[in-house]
């Protein structure tokens, strides 16, 4: 009996010890959980560069869907919430046009095989958002693209004020097109100013105040789709791709990052919509 207890004894010394051991190991950082406000600007203007058989909507609704994709890979994300913003026309009176309006993307946990995998459920969520894409968006012959970025601009910083966004919450905006401005005159003017200075060799002349600017405190920006033009009018054949960036960092206040193209929509929606 007496050896009994010791044995027993001894076995709960060191489950005793183990378990004191394992509490002071050291633990890994937790992931800190993030939300995500995403403001995004498609450029439906048809002087869009098209490959054969391509619409509008194709392009820049599979583009949405890619931006989209790229955010809901964020780290710790715990919600993301998408707006999505068209370049107006004439039937708007320049002012954007709402593709789609704020939709949030919660993750849910597995709980007993109820819930479906994470994956099924970034990939519900994105194919909705590509169905509402094509169901709202137009082309238009006019390309207000500085309109449309304001618009989106506040309806990000109002939205990240809202209640039920609790901690940290990142706010991205993101503009799809080739920003040849051809609806904001002072705009228009400075880019073709400033690609005809390009192209002399001359110095740039002084930017009038006309010239608008944005904003973007707590803001990442990013531009994509610059190389996504298949040229229009004289004016825009004009105007000079550097003449595009030296002239909307101006207006970006040097806080925007720009790519030729915009991401490719993710391989496994190959199925869907195109």
Not at 77 to 86: G, M, N
Not at 146 to 153: H, K, L, S
């Amino acid at each position: 009996m007496t050896g009994l207890v010791l044995s027993r004894s001894r076995s709960f010394f060191f489950c005793l010890v183990t378990l004191l051991l394992a509490c002071d190991a050291p633990k890994a950082p937790l992931m800190p959980r993030r939300a995500m406000s995403i403001a995004i600007v498609a450029d439906v203007s048809t002087s869009a560069g098209l490959k054969p058989g391509q619409t509008i909507a194709d392009l820049r609704c599979s583009e949405v869907v890619a931006v989209t994709a790229e955010a809901l890979t964020m780290k710790g994300l715990s919600r993301l919430d998408v707006l999505v913003l068209a370049t107006g026309g004439k039937e708007t009176s320049l002012e954007a046009r709402c593709l789609i309006p704020w939709r949030s993307f919660v993750p849910q946990a597995r709980l007993f095989g109820k819930n479906r995998h994470p994956h099924e459920q970034r990939q519900a969520f994105l194919q909705g958002l590509e169905t509402s894409c094509r169901g709202t968006l137009k082309g238009e012959t006019t390309s207000p693209i500085f309109f449309a970025t304001e618009r989106a601009t506040e309806s990000l910083r109002q939205h990240a004020k809202e209640g039920r966004l609790s901690g940290e919450v990142v706010k991205r905006l993101v503009v799809l097109s080739d920003l040849r401005e051809n609806a904001h005159q002072s705009l228009k003017a400075r880019l073709l100013t400033v690609s005809n200075a390009l192209r002399k060799g001359v110095p740039t002349p002084k930017q009038g105040t006309g010239v608008p600017s944005l904003n973007l405190d707590g803001i990442s920006l990013s531009v994509c789709g610059l190389a996504e033009h298949a040229g229009g009018n004289a004016d825009d054949l004009a105007i000079t791709p550097r003449a595009v960036t030296e002239v909307w960092q101006g207006v970006f206040q040097g806080a925007a990052s720009f790519d030729a193209a915009c991401p490719e929509r993710p391989a496994f929606l190959s199925g869907g919509p195109r």
